[in-house]
């Protein structure tokens, strides 16, 4: 029986574990890929606070992890599967099945995060950390002067393009229809900027490269002709999705699987707690996913000495 499990082992759920364990809570983490989570397939953080200049990815990891191995705490490589609430009890407990084992826990902490919709084209993973990226703001200084693609047609792309004009020589818009999603003051601020340029009703193919990103492949959706596009760095955003599915609708989500909570990092069940990427808000990013872990674990900490 634990006091607080912690589902996710990155940048929200390290954060959550150096708070609980400072409290001195009886804690696990869980996490089904690797310590860091999505945020390892950026190479370089620039702007983390206190790093000027930038940090490796790894490098920031590592000292996230090292604060919380020195207060003993057990990170565990397994999948969670399904999470179940024992409300028969006076006091609710929580059992955790994994693809090896099942736990117990008193309260939970989900920072298990979200993922970048892929494309889902021939070398995108390939190239992924290489040229390929989901985060602007993460990695656009590392291509000052170069001329990059963002694909989608949405607010956040629209955004991130206008981000990436302040370092890119050229950035050009790729989207599969004539009309853009964004908000109509967004699109007309992109296509005032003279380093966006559009590239409608066509869709991407493949993303050439051997070690870094060459060009992309790109396909007009009515005349079915092809050409490539010279290019060093692809930015796709086509939406994002929680990894929340494990929780069958135990907590209240948004329409997209976003799990909400207030301010505290207070789910919709007594002793949950959600913080990071896999909670509803307005931006995604390594330092906000700290502050939220920090806030979950004190929350946390609260309503274990209230039982």
Do not use: W
């Not at 494990?246 to 301010?263: A, E, H, K, P, V």
């Not at 007594?270 to 906000?288: I, P």
């Amino acid at each position: 029986m634990y006091d607080v499990i912690i589902i996710g082992a990155g940048p929200a759920g390290l954060a959550a574990a150096l708070y609980a364990g400072r409290y001195r809570m009886n804690i696990l983490v869980l996490e089904k890929m690797c310590v860091g989570g999505q945020i390892i397939l950026s190479s370089t953080i620039e702007n983390f606070p206190g790093f000027p200049g930038g940090i490796s990815t790894q490098e920031l990891i590592d000292k996230f992890k090292q604060q919380v191995d020195e207060l003993g705490t057990n990170i565990v490589i397994e999948d969670v599967l399904e999470l179940g609430l024992n409300s028969k009890l006076k006091t609710p407990i929580y059992n955790i099945k994994t693809s090896d084992k099942s736990y117990e826990a008193k309260s939970v902490i989900v920072a298990c995060g979200a993922q970048s919709k892929r494309l889902g084209v021939k070398g995108e993973d390939r190239l992924t950390g290489h040229g390929v990226s989901y985060c602007a703001t993460c990695d656009g200084p590392l291509f000052r002067d170069k001329d990059v693609v963002v694909v989608g047609g949405g607010d956040r792309a629209l955004e991130e393009a206008i981000f990436l004009t302040s370092y890119a020589r050229q950035v050009s818009v790729i989207h599969r229809r004539q009309q853009l999603r964004a908000s109509k003051i967004l699109e007309e601020k992109a296509k005032q900027n003279t380093k966006i340029n559009f590239i409608l009703d066509s869709v991407v193919e493949e993303i050439v490269g051997i070690n870094r990103v060459e060009a992309v492949k790109i396909k007009d959706i009515k005349t079915d002709s092809e050409s490539n596009l010279p290019c060093q760095g692809v930015f796709i955003f086509v939406g994002i999705q929680p990894n929340t599915a494990f929780l069958n609708q135990l907590l209240q989500m948004d329409q997209s699987g976003f799990i909400i909570t207030d301010q505290e990092m207070k789910t919709s069940r007594d002793g949950m707690f959600a913080c990071g990427d896999c909670r509803r808000k307005g931006l995604y990013q390594v330092v906000n996913a700290c502050a939220e872990g920090a806030v979950a674990a004190h929350s946390a900490h609260k309503y274990l000495l209230s039982l």
